[in-house]
């Protein structure tokens, strides 16, 4: 079995356990080329991740152009990520970033560039947006320590630094918060 | 008269939509066009429709001056527990005993309510453990040397 064999059918393993499941549309993964070997174990393209829970019920999607994974690091690493956040009951969070990526089995991840958390309620829109978010989906928490953006339907808060309980609602902005309400 | 929107600036902040409540911790100062008020603690609430209904001001003690619109000198108040009342009609209450002056005329009492607007202030003594009373001092105006 040569070497390129070994590292496709442990990356589909791979993929099989992970959170992020198998989404409906099959994730058509190719080896890498030889120049990335060493590094870059295979890529998806034009991607779908859908994960349910055991009743079916959609809790994460993430879609993107292109995503890169790269087996020494365990390391997934993804060219403009959309992703919805389903919490139970309530309307989902939308965001999006230039790049993301994410280790530990998909149970963390980070947001780089152009980071945006969206969550429209009844009452109005809420946003999270910063250069860099720390994320753990399944928690639904996010954190940064750069500059962040929280506006709400009358409000508008900026500060250094934020954690984000993203289905409690709550948000602690760190250092140097400076708000308007309306 | 529109007033502008409420602004804050503080060490830190936490905002909860659920409740729709955000409070803003240390070093807080509150501006309002010529509005200010400083603080330990704000809590500012909001209504059902998420409007500002409220600020709850916590400081050692929580300081308040606005300027009158005739151009007057400078009204100023201080007590340990504020609560601010963004409109409907806009007026700040100072609890536990508080201050207000403008110049040399000042009022002290348990629980003072000022309306911004009407520049009309009434003050009440009442209070369990409160002194009771209410003090007004008010100097007449000086009548101009002819």
């Given at each position: 079995m040569t070497r390129h064999m070994i590292a496709f059918a442990a990356l589909v393993f791979m993929l099989a356990v992970t959170?992020?499941?198998?989404?409906?549309?099959?994730?058509a993964l190719e080896p890498a080329d030889e120049s990335t070997e060493d590094l870059l174990t295979a890529y998806a393209t034009d991607f779908v991740i859908l994960r349910t829970n055991d009743k079916g019920v959609a809790e994460f999607q993430l879609e993107a152009p292109i995503g890169r994974y790269f087996e020494n690091q365990d390391l997934w690493q993804i060219d403009e990520p959309q992703w919805h956040m389903y919490p139970e009951d309530e309307p989902a969070w939308v965001g999006s970033a230039d790049i993301g990526q994410s280790w530990a089995g998909g149970e963390e991840a980070e947001l780089i560039g152009n980071v945006k958390l969206t969550q429209v309620l009844p009452e109005g829109t809420r946003q999270l947006t910063s250069e860099r978010f720390f994320l753990q989906p399944k928690a639904q928490y996010a954190e940064t320590n750069d500059p962040v953006r929280l506006t709400g339907p009358t409000y508008e808060i900026t500060a250094i630094g934020a954690r984000a309980w993203l289905d409690e609602k709550r948000t602690e902005l760190l250092n140097e918060a400076r708000g308007q309400h309306d | 008269q529109t007033r502008g929107p409420v602004q804050l600036e503080a060490d830190t902040a936490e905002v909860s939509d659920a409740d729709g409540l955000s409070i803003y911790r240390g070093n807080v100062v509150l501006t309002r066009d010529d509005t200010r008020i400083t603080g330990d603690v704000m809590r500012v609430y909001t209504d059902s429709e998420r409007e500002l209904q409220r600020i709850e001001v916590e400081g050692n003690p929580a300081t308040y001056r606005d300027i009158p619109l005739d151009g007057g000198a400078p009204r100023r108040a201080e007590s340990p527990i504020m609560e601010y009342y963004a409109a409907n009609p806009e007026r700040i209450i100072l609890r536990s005993g508080g201050r207000l002056w403008q110049g040399d005329n000042e009022v002290t009492g348990e629980t003072i309510t000022h309306f911004v607007a009407e520049g009309r202030t009434v003050a009440d003594?009442?209070?369990?453990?409160?002194?009771?009373r209410v003090n007004v001092t008010v100097f007449p105006e000086q009548e101009s040397e002819e």
């Amino acid at each position: 079995m040569t070497r390129h064999m070994i590292a496709f059918a442990a990356l589909v393993f791979m993929l099989a356990v992970t959170w992020w499941g198998f989404g409906e549309r099959e994730v058509a993964l190719e080896p890498a080329d030889e120049s990335t070997e060493d590094l870059l174990t295979a890529y998806a393209t034009d991607f779908v991740i859908l994960r349910t829970n055991d009743k079916g019920v959609a809790e994460f999607q993430l879609e993107a152009p292109i995503g890169r994974y790269f087996e020494n690091q365990d390391l997934w690493q993804i060219d403009e990520p959309q992703w919805h956040m389903y919490p139970e009951d309530e309307p989902a969070w939308v965001g999006s970033a230039d790049i993301g990526q994410s280790w530990a089995g998909g149970e963390e991840a980070e947001l780089i560039g152009n980071v945006k958390l969206t969550q429209v309620l009844p009452e109005g829109t809420r946003q999270l947006t910063s250069e860099r978010f720390f994320l753990q989906p399944k928690a639904q928490y996010a954190e940064t320590n750069d500059p962040v953006r929280l506006t709400g339907p009358t409000y508008e808060i900026t500060a250094i630094g934020a954690r984000a309980w993203l289905d409690e609602k709550r948000t602690e902005l760190l250092n140097e918060a400076r708000g308007q309400h309306d | 008269q529109t007033r502008g929107p409420v602004q804050l600036e503080a060490d830190t902040a936490e905002v909860s939509d659920a409740d729709g409540l955000s409070i803003y911790r240390g070093n807080v100062v509150l501006t309002r066009d010529d509005t200010r008020i400083t603080g330990d603690v704000m809590r500012v609430y909001t209504d059902s429709e998420r409007e500002l209904q409220r600020i709850e001001v916590e400081g050692n003690p929580a300081t308040y001056r606005d300027i009158p619109l005739d151009g007057g000198a400078p009204r100023r108040a201080e007590s340990p527990i504020m609560e601010y009342y963004a409109a409907n009609p806009e007026r700040i209450i100072l609890r536990s005993g508080g201050r207000l002056w403008q110049g040399d005329n000042e009022v002290t009492g348990e629980t003072i309510t000022h309306f911004v607007a009407e520049g009309r202030t009434v003050a009440d003594g009442s209070s369990a453990g409160g002194s009771g009373r209410v003090n007004v001092t008010v100097f007449p105006e000086q009548e101009s040397e002819e």
